[in-house]
Nanobody, 129 residues
Framework: EVQLQASGGGLVQAGGSLRLSCTAS????????VGWFRQAPGKEREGVAC????????FYADSVKGRFAVSRDDAKDTVYLQMNNLKPEDTAAYYC??????????????????????WGQGTLVTVSS
C-alpha cells in the first residue's frame, strides 16, 4: 500500500521550534512533490507548505511565511517541515500528502489538498501560550 507518514509533532511553548518529517512506503518520495497541510479542531484543513520535485522550489501559506521551511533530503528520502517561532494558532494535526500525477505547488499550497490522493496519518502539534 502506498502511504505517507508524518512524524515529529509534540508539545512546545510559543516561540519554540519543531521539525516534522514525512516518509513514504510504497513509493520513492524523491520523485514526487510533497505538500504539508494542517487541520485544527473545528476548522477546515489548510495548506501550509509545498515543495516541488523538479527543482525543489518551495511555496508557503501567508500565515507561515518566514517561520516555516520545507526541504527534502534525497539520501534519506524524507521531506521536512521546519517550524520556528511557533504560535498557539499553529496548533493542529499536520499531514503530508502527494499524488501519483505531478501537481502545481503554487495552487496546492492554497488549497485543502482535496486533489491529492496519497495521504498518511498526521502528527499533532500543540503550541502552548
Amino acid at each position: 500500500e502506498v502511504q505517507l507518514q508524518a512524524s515529529g509533532g509534540g508539545l512546545v511553548q510559543a516561540g519554540g521550534s519543531l521539525r516534522l518529517s514525512c516518509t513514504a512506503s510504497g513509493l520513492i518520495l524523491d520523485d514526487y512533490g510533497v505538500g504539508w497541510f494542517r487541520q485544527a479542531p473545528g476548522k477546515e484543513r489548510e495548506g501550509v507548505a509545498c515543495i516541488e520535485t523538479s527543482d525543489g522550489k518551495t511555496f508557503y501559506a501567508d500565515s507561515v511565511k518566514g517561520r516555516f521551511a520545507v526541504s527534502r533530503d534525497d539520501a534519506k528520502d524524507t521531506v521536512y517541515l521546519q517550524m520556528n517561532n511557533l504560535k498557539p494558532e499553529d496548533t493542529a494535526a499536520y499531514y503530508c500528502a502527494t499524488d501519483k500525477y505531478p501537481f502545481p505547488c503554487v495552487v496546492v499550497v492554497k488549497s485543502t489538498g482535496i486533489g491529492l490522493d496519497i495521504w498518511g496519518q498526521g502528527t499533532l502539534v500543540t503550541v502552548s501560550s
